[in-house]
């Protein structure tokens, strides 16, 4: 069952704490990425990895921290540097860098800081 | 920047009527744009997509119109169904940004069985 599995789905955080969310994805896409959703607005992009070892910032990547030791991992570090970490969290993938090619996502994960 | 925005929030229709959801996007070099599905505390799900040489492509009970004269975008999901209530997100890309999409808000589309 191919995919992108994202855990866990609902995640609970002290304010101060760092936290990672995981992403793992078995469909041998080049290229990973991660986005923050908030109500009322759309994706942004977070971070993206283009291949294994290396990523680039996106739009709001002050405050994140991501690895890519692995081509079917991504994880993302919420740190405690990020001001406003609550949010949804969505990873997605896709099978190449350049060209036009669609993104498929995670189920997401939801992370509440207090 | 990148702009992409849909004209209407919400959308309430009959269940069995056709629905039509509109985006508009203002990066004229824009290439590639896709139509996702989002139910709630779920990831966007792709629905259809549609290149930049293209004015219309068809799915099964979905239709994407792309007018690139005005920059606008619209999907068209024949007899809704419940199951069709959901948010849905219009996206582009451009080729020169490394399959960088950028995301409208989404309009919320609800069925009334």
């Known amino acids: 069952d191919g995919g992108i599995t994202q855990s866990p789905k609902y995640l609970f955080r002290k304010e101060g704490q760092n936290v990672t969310l995981s992403c793992e994805q078995n469909?041998?896409?080049?290229?990973m990425y991660w986005y923050r959703q908030d109500p009322g607005q759309g994706l942004r992009l977070i971070y993206y990895s283009q291949i294994v070892n290396d990523f680039q910032k996106g739009d709001i990547a002050e405050g994140y921290s991501v690895s890519r030791e692995k081509k079917e991992s991504f994880p993302l570090t919420v740190t405690s540097a990020q001001k406003n970490p609550t949010a949804f969290y969505l990873c997605?993938?896709?099978?190449?860098?350049?060209?036009?090619?669609?993104?498929?996502f995670g189920p997401g994960t939801r992370l509440t800081v207090t | 920047g990148e702009s992409v925005g849909l004209h209407l929030p919400t959308l309430s229709v009959q269940e069995g009527d056709n629905s039509i959801i509109n985006c508009a996007y203002s990066n004229s070099a824009s290439d590639y744009f896709i139509w996702y599905k989002q139910e709630s505390g779920k990831g966007p799900q792709f629905i259809i997509d549609i290149r930049s040489n293209m004015d219309k492509r068809q799915g099964q009970r979905v239709t994407v119109l792309l007018n690139k004269t005005v920059k606008h975008l619209s999907l068209q999901i024949a007899a809704t169904q419940p199951g069709d209530s959901a948010v849905y997100f219009c996206a582009e890309n451009t080729a020169d940004t490394g399959n960088q999409f950028y995301f409208g808000t989404g309009t919320s589309l609800t069925v009334i069985p």
């Open positions: 997605a993938s896709s099978p190449w860098t350049s060209g036009l090619y669609e993104q498929y």
């Open positions: 469909l041998n896409h080049d290229a």
